[in-house]
C-alpha cells in the first residue's frame, strides 16, 4: 500500500458525459501528479499540483481540469467525455523537498474509467 | 524532449534464473533520476529501484539491481533468481532532476513471464 488513495476504482459512464475523479496524496506530501494510462498512448504525464498551485502541464486536453484544495486532495475533472478517455488514471504524490526521497512518485491504485 | 524506450514487448524467464529488462533514454540534461516500476495485474504501479545520474554506483535492492551506463544512456535492470510474483508488466522511467517538481516520462513497458 502506498498510502495514496484513489476513489471511485471504476467508473462507468456515457459518452458526453463528465465526471470527477479524487485523490488523496500520502500524509505530509504536497505534490501531486495525475497520469493517465491507455493501451494506444501508454503512460501519460496530464498535471501536476503543489501545495495548491498548478506547476506542470503535460498532454491534457481542454476538456479536462484539475485542483487542488487546502487539505491537499485533488480532483480531476473530466467533461465531454470520448469513447477514447476510457483509460486507467493514476494520481501519484511525491515527498516534501526535505525528504530523502524527494524524487520519488508513489502511486495509488488508480481508478478506471469506461466510456461507453 | 526526454524519450524513454524499451526495446523488449515481452521477455520471459524460468524461476529462480535471471533476467535483464532493457531500457535506453535520450536527455540533454545532466542531472535527472531514473526508476523501474512494476504493474502487476492488480494494476498497481509499485516502485521497484531509483538511480540518481551523478550517482556512478548501480542501485541494488534485494534481488533488483540496475546496469546504469550514463555515456550510452543505458539503464537495465536485473532480475535475479525470479520468482513468480515477480511476473508483471515493468516500465522504466525518466524523471529530470533540479527540482523537486519533475513529471516521469515512461517507456513503453515489457511484459515479464516467469515460468515455474
Known amino acids: 500500500d502506498s498510502g495514496v488513495t484513489q476513489t471511485p476504482k471504476h467508473l462507468i459512464t456515457a459518452t458526453g458525459q463528465r465526471v470527477t475523479l479524487r485523490c488523496s496524496p500520502r500524509?505530509?506530501?504536497?505534490?501531486v501528479y495525475w497520469y493517465q494510462q491507455s493501451l494506444d498512448q501508454g503512460l501519460q504525464f496530464l498535471i501536476q499540483?503543489?501545495?495548491?498551485?498548478?506547476?506542470a502541464k503535460g498532454n491534457i486536453l481542454e476538456r479536462f481540469s484539475a485542483q487542488q484544495f487546502p487539505d491537499l486532495h485533488s480532483e480531476l475533472n473530466l467533461s465531454s467525455l470520448e469513447l477514447g478517455d476510457s483509460a486507467l488514471y493514476f494520481c501519484?504524490?511525491?515527498?516534501?523537498?526535505?525528504?530523502?526521497?524527494?524524487?520519488?512518485?508513489?502511486f495509488g491504485p488508480g481508478t478506471r474509467l469506461t466510456v461507453t | 524532449a526526454q524519450t524513454v524506450t524499451q526495446s523488449q514487448p515481452e521477455m520471459s524467464v524460468q524461476e529462480a534464473e535471471t533476467v535483464t529488462l532493457s531500457c535506453t533514454y535520450d536527455?540533454?540534461?545532466?542531472?535527472?533520476?531514473l526508476f523501474w516500476y512494476k504493474q502487476p495485474p492488480s494494476r498497481q504501479m509499485i516502485l521497484v529501484i531509483r538511480?540518481?545520474?551523478?550517482?556512478?554506483q548501480n542501485a541494488t535492492e534485494n534481488r533488483f539491481s540496475v546496469n546504469f551506463q550514463k555515456a550510452a544512456k543505458s539503464f537495465s535492470l536485473k532480475i535475479s533468481d525470479s520468482q513468480l510474483g515477480d511476473a508483471a508488466m515493468y516500465f522504466c522511467?525518466?524523471?529530470?532532476?533540479?527540482?523537486?517538481?519533475?513529471?516521469?516520462?515512461f517507456g513503453q513497458g515489457t511484459i515479464l513471464t516467469v515460468h515455474p
Open positions: 501519484a504524490s511525491s515527498p516534501t523537498s526535505s525528504s530523502r526521497n524527494v524524487n520519488e512518485q508513489y
Open positions: 500524509s505530509g506530501d504536497l505534490s
Open positions: 499540483y503543489y501545495n495548491g498551485e498548478e506547476r
Open positions: 536527455t540533454s540534461e545532466s542531472d535527472y533520476y
Open positions: 538511480q540518481e545520474a551523478y550517482k556512478q
Open positions: 522511467a525518466y524523471r529530470p532532476g533540479g527540482t523537486s517538481y519533475g513529471k516521469l516520462t
